[in-house]
């Protein structure tokens, strides 16, 4: 069974800092990650993915994925207000007859942005 | 596109009766996820569709749980009896396949059973 992990948080980080968000996940056979971020009462939506180790950039906000370590990241520069939200870590859920692309999510961090 | 469609936004019932949830993904797409998200337990896959086939329904708690498709463009989940633990929000996402990772989300049912 694939486990995703994230702290719950709430993580309060003041505007225009940067917030950093981390993610560990247990199965080394995982090849892809995604992050997902949900506001309040609203469904979750993909913001970034990221298939190989290092970083990936995608305007104000930075995946960041060490397989070794099993660990991925998301960084988002100057944070905002609007940027308060839950994010979501997941990573793809096998099934036996292969070729899915359903997803195994963490609970969440809960991100606030402090005006 | 008007995205995937759920009804109804949000189900008040009592302990014991029927509850049915509604889903109609986005056309083309071929893969269908119920999930269902409560704190304590967070973003739970319940069962996923591929080409309107159930592929794994692992995750359905228990047997009062079930779900249909019965075409590309229209899918339930039916609880039966709905008990209060059932309460939670349920999602149906929709996926255009090929191992993307890119789910979309429906609004969601927030289910009250008292």
């Known amino acids: 069974q694939k486990e995703v992990e994230q702290n719950s948080g709430p993580l309060s980080v003041p505007e225009g800092a940067i917030a950093s968000l981390n993610c560990t996940y247990s199965d080394r056979g995982s090849q892809s990650f995604f992050w997902y971020r949900q506001y309040s009462g609203k469904s979750p939506e993909l913001i970034m993915s990221?298939?190989?180790?290092g970083d990936k950039e995608d305007g104000r906000f930075t995946a960041q994925l060490n397989k070794a370590s099993q660990y991925v990241s998301l960084l988002i520069r100057d944070s905002q207000p609007s940027d308060s939200a839950t994010y979501l870590c997941a990573v793809p859920t096998p099934y036996s007859g292969g070729g899915a692309d359903g997803l195994t999510f963490g609970k969440g961090t809960h991100l606030i942005i402090q005006p | 596109d008007a995205g995937v469609i759920q009804s109804p936004r949000h189900e008040v019932t009592e302990m014991g009766q029927e509850v049915t949830l509604r889903c109609k993904p986005i056309?083309?797409?071929?893969?269908l996820f119920w999930y269902r998200q409560t704190m304590m337990r967070g973003l739970e896959l319940l069962i996923y569709f591929n080409n309107n086939v159930p592929i794994d329904d692992s995750g359905m708690p228990e047997d009062r749980f079930s779900a249909k498709m019965p075409n590309a463009s229209f899918s339930t989940l039916k609880i039966q009896p709905s008990e209060p633990r059932d309460s939670a929000v349920y999602f149906c996402?929709?996926?255009?396949?090929?191992?993307?990772?890119?789910?979309?989300f429906g609004s969601g049912t927030q289910l009250s059973v008292l």
């Open positions: 996402a929709s996926s255009p396949g090929a191992n993307l990772g890119k789910l979309f």
């Open positions: 056309s083309g797409h071929n893969s």
């Open positions: 990221i298939y190989s180790n």
